[in-house]
């Protein structure tokens, strides 16, 4: 049977100055949001999608610049330009990217995106998203300059640590503002675009770098830097025009500027004055809660009662993300060139392997609302276990054309498995899972630790697989599947499925420290809005006649109606 929670005597104080029927018509809005169907919240809520949608664009040009520069590092005309000699065990002399360039170059990016997560957090809660989303598209613009116009590796480590800082403030506020912004039943479809954003840029990196090849000189690598200009004005204006997120808002007491707001993501008239009302009595009173635990808002207070297993879980599915194997499909260009590859049938394999982002990414969005989070999170992860094992067969046989072409496939089944999976889910789950107080801060924190973990794996993987360094090649599949193993183990046993909840039901199942694989079945009522109506979620009349304060009243993973028996 499905365990019944409410809210704790603390929360139930911190929440008796709400008003009632304001507080239970906002949850029947929360009710009306979870049970509506995917296609009739999109015609309802199209505009938050598109504005949530559009910001998420950002995305392309990071996961675009991801790709670029370890793609160039077996492109001929950068290689003419930067690389350096080096002569195999055979005397054959060809320019390679040293290993520890390559290693600098990685590493680099690590303190521009720390800086940029601590000021991203810190910026939001100030300034709002939209200002400083702003911010970052105009330092973006000048960044992009010192790459079309490089002079050596030490412009090339500016540039890299300078446009890091730009990537941490889109990374946090893309997947924070579309939480905010969409209703329950499109938090997923939105936070997971990111995703698809990011794995249409590697796409679109894969696509310009290959046809660069054809170009002959200086601007073979140069046009493809240049190319990114073409995002940031139309973004930056995008971003002025949107509405800002109304849990902001309130929190900064802009009651009737949160209004419109919300009006703007809905169509015309969806939402009446009673509507606005009661949403935004809904918010406050999830603000209350959060308050308990959060009441600064600040990086302490992630540590703090149930914040504290929030951050675990947090820095645990990026931490996973980090170490999942994936990164190996980034350098699948390199990697299948020192397997023997020649380079245009390395740079079509990576074009190749590269569209499995948005193939993969396609699919998830079409099942984000029909299978939970945790079974796309641990499903996707023994998948790419189960891949890694095969990679690292092939490495152990001898160098052929058939071995080769293989591996190039198990790298592009990575691909599509991480972003059916674990790629756009991570940022679904990161999006939920803090308190709407500490989201910002919490996901750039997360991130935080996913580049920690980056930093790591940076200095590992070319050595991995670079030849004048350890020369694992493939067989460092092994070494990942092992590490993912171990992730797979943890996320069993504590991440909780956050999909179709409201912010106030997450916050009263943590406070009631739902265990998290009891968290799809746990249903929840909300006592706060007792004096309305009835508030147990197992009257069955409670739903019918919308008296009551139903927060849930269905189970979450078979999305059928919960009987009490």
Not at 133 to 162: N, R, T
Not at 187 to 210: P, Y
Not at 357 to 383: D, F, H, K, M, T
Not at 445 to 450: A, K, S, V
Request: glycine fraction near 8%; proline fraction near 4%.
């Amino acid at each position: 049977m499905p365990r019944d929670v409410g809210l704790t005597a603390e929360q139930i104080a911190i929440a008796e100055g709400a008003d009632p029927d304001k507080l239970a018509r906002g949850l029947r809005l929360m009710e009306r949001e979870r049970e509506v169907p995917m296609r009739t919240a999109f015609r309802s809520h199209w505009r938050a999608v598109t504005w949530s949608v559009i910001l998420s664009i950002a995305l392309i040009m990071d996961g675009y610049d991801g790709y670029l520069l370890p793609s160039f590092y077996a492109h001929p005309d950068f290689l003419a330009r930067f690389g350096k000699d080096f002569t195999d065990a055979s005397g054959h002399t060809k320019k390679i990217i040293p290993a520890q360039w390559q290693t600098s170059l990685s590493l680099i990016t690590l303190p521009g995106q720390i800086l940029s997560l601590l000021f991203v957090g810190w910026a939001a809660e100030r300034f709002g998203n939209r200002a400083t989303y702003c911010f970052g598209m105009v330092v973006i613009i000048g960044v992009i300059f010192m790459f079309v116009f490089l002079k050596s590796y030490q412009m090339l480590l500016a540039a890299e640590a300078l446009v890091a800082f730009c990537w941490g403030i889109f990374q946090t506020l893309t997947a924070s503002y579309a939480a905010d912004l969409c209703p329950i039943g499109l938090r997923g479809f939105a936070t997971s675009f990111i995703s698809m954003a990011w794995g249409t840029g590697s796409f679109l990196g894969a696509g310009v770098t290959r046809g660069s090849l054809q170009m002959h000189g200086v601007w073979g690598w140069r046009l493809p830097f240049a190319l990114q200009w073409v995002f940031p004005v139309p973004l930056l204006i995008t971003a002025i025009l949107a509405p800002e997120s109304p849990y902001w808002l309130i929190r900064k007491g802009r009651n009737e500027d949160a209004k419109k707001a919300i009006r703007r993501t809905a169509r015309k008239g969806y939402y009446d004055e009673e509507d606005l009302d009661a949403y935004l009595a809904y918010i406050r009173h999830t603000d209350a809660l959060e308050e308990i635990e959060a009441r600064s808002a600040s990086f302490m207070d992630m540590f703090k009662g149930t914040n504290r297993r929030r951050t675990e879980i947090m820095l645990g599915v990026w931490g996973n993300q980090q170490w999942s194997g994936y990164n190996l499909s980034g350098l699948a260009t390199v990697f299948l060139k020192n397997a023997g590859m020649n380079a245009t049938w390395a740079f079509n394999f990576g074009l190749i392997i590269a569209s499995m982002n948005i193939v993969g990414c396609g699919l998830e969005l079409a099942v984000i609302n029909r299978i939970s989070r945790r079974a796309l999170l641990i499903g996707g992860q023994a998948s790419l276990i189960t891949i890694l094992l095969l990679i690292g067969i092939l490495g152990c046989l001898p160098s052929s054309t058939g071995v080769n072409k293989g591996l190039g496939a198990l790298l592009a089944m990575i691909n599509l498995v991480y972003h059916i999976t674990l790629g756009p889910i991570v940022y679904s789950i990161s999006a939920e899972l803090p308190a709407t107080r500490l989201r910002a801060r919490s996901i750039a924190l997360g991130r935080m630790f996913y580049l920690l973990l980056g930093a790591v794996q940076n200095q590992l993987v070319p050595r991995m697989i670079a030849p004048d360094s350890w020369n694992w090649g493939p067989k460092c599949a092994f070494f990942f599947a092992g590490i993912n193993s171990l992730w797979t183990l943890w996320a069993f046993f504590r991440v909780p499925e956050t999909s179709n909840r409201s912010y106030a039901e997450l916050e009263i199942l943590f406070a009631n420290k739902v265990p998290a694989r009891k968290f799809a079945r746990t249903r929840v009522w909300d006592e706060s809005a007792e004096a309305a109506g009835k508030s147990d979620p197992s009257d069955d009349e409670c739903a019918k006649d919308g008296k009551g304060a139903v927060v849930t009243v269905v189970d979450v993973e078979t999305e059928a109606p919960v009987v009490k028996k």
